[in-house]
């Protein structure tokens, strides 16, 4: 499903975090820590979470963690940070740093009577408040999970593993009655450490094989992981290569229907919107262009191939002007924050998308 902002607070919060310095305080992967909390957003965005635990995600780490020790803001400025992202969500955020992780990935939150807290540096009178609720703690579950979806992957964006970690994660989610986890972790219920390690070694081997062992390999990988998007798009790749329109278009369906559920790439060497569009290119015409002579083994040169084939949209026609279209402009919006995190640099975010390109005169 399309994602959609509170477009004036999450704008707010991005502009009061790059302020702050989080584009140039490092995190996993060469990355910015801007970068991380920027797709951990957008990760419950497309979870279709609470926008008080987007919001969160948006913040999580901003007063470091008891893995990630480089905070970004001391907890002396919590009163700040609530102004600009909401109470709750910086509460959530706070409770992110403070509460172990241990205990809570155990699950004790379900049956003990609270956790315990880890002092930070700089909190003073901030590290005030009631203990955390039933209800605070589960958002926190949830907070993790897309943490650990965010930054799960190898250093050159190969999938990592962390399905069975967030489905062992939703399992104490069941009985929430303030988040839901992803309907993609249902699917999960019989997936075991073996078919996480089975899908990973088949999806890796299989890109690089040739003839029908590549073929049997990526379905291999699709099946044994029944939410994993990649091996379908790549299925419907060769499938096209043979001409076989039907089958291009079920396997690209396929892949379209697991990416929007799981609300992010497994194979992180490509972002959402390229795997998107990748599978709009096999999905829409699949049958109008020769199957290409050269293997291709890497998804960003199956993503050039295949978007270098696909008919280009027609532009508008000059002097036109079209009446404002408010969902489309926060798409647009969407848009333009997911290109901030879309690992190729802060450049990347400076051109807004869809902006007329036309010379203006003296």
């Known amino acids: 499903m399309p994602v959609t902002l509170a477009d004036d607070s999450a704008a707010a919060t991005v502009a009061f975090l790059a302020e702050a310095g989080a584009r140039q305080l490092g995190h996993r992967g060469g990355r910015s820590l801007l970068d991380h909390l920027l797709g951990t957003y957008i990760i419950l965005r497309r979870w279709d979470q609470p926008d008080w635990l987007c919001q969160a995600g948006l913040i999580h ?6 893995q990630y ?3 970004l803001l001391s907890p002396s400025r919590r009163t700040e940070v609530a102004e600009v992202a909401g109470a709750q969500a910086e509460r959530i955020a706070y409770l992110f740093c403070v509460t172990p992780r241990r205990p809570l990935f155990a699950g004790t939150h379900l049956w003990a009577r609270g956790l315990p807290s880890r002092a930070m540096a700089g909190a003073g009178d901030a590290a005030g408040g009631d203990p955390p609720t039933r209800d605070e703690l589960d958002g926190l579950v949830l907070l993790h999970m897309a943490n650990l979806a965010e930054q799960a992957h190898g250093a050159d964006g190969r999938p990592g593993r962390w399905l069975l970690r967030v489905r062992d994660l939703a399992e104490y989610l069941i009985d929430s009655d303030t988040v839901t986890p992803p309907p993609f972790v249902a699917q999960l219920g019989a997936f075991s450490d073996a078919d996480e390690s089975l899908a990973h070694r088949a999806y890796v081997k299989a890109i690089s094989d040739d003839g029908q062992t590549r073929a049997n390999g990526l379905a291999l990988a699709a099946a044994a992981c029944p939410v994993i998007p990649e091996p379908c798009v790549w299925l419907a790749h060769l499938a096209r290569c043979r001409e076989e329109i039907a089958t291009t278009r079920a396997w690209a369906t396929q892949a379209r229907k697991r990416l929007l559920e799981l609300g992010t790439p497994w194979d992180r060497r490509l972002s959402f919107e ?12 699949p049958g109008e262009h020769e199957p290409s002579e050269v293997k291709i083994v890497d998804p960003r040169a199956l993503l050039e191939a295949s978007i270098g084939q696909a008919p280009a ?3 508008p026609a000059p002097n036109t002007i079209a009446a404002p279209d408010a969902a489309a402009g926060r798409k647009r919006f969407q848009r333009y924050v997911e290109t901030l995190n879309d690992g190729h640099g802060a450049s990347s975010g400076a051109i807004y998308p869809d902006l007329p390109s036309r010379p203006w005169h003296d």
């Open 313 to 315: 949209h027609r532009p």
């Open 274 to 285: 390229e795997w998107l569009a990748l599978i709009d290119a096999l999905e829409q015409s």
């Open 61 to 66: 780490s901003v007063y470091s963690t008891d």
């Open 69 to 71: 020790r480089q905070g």
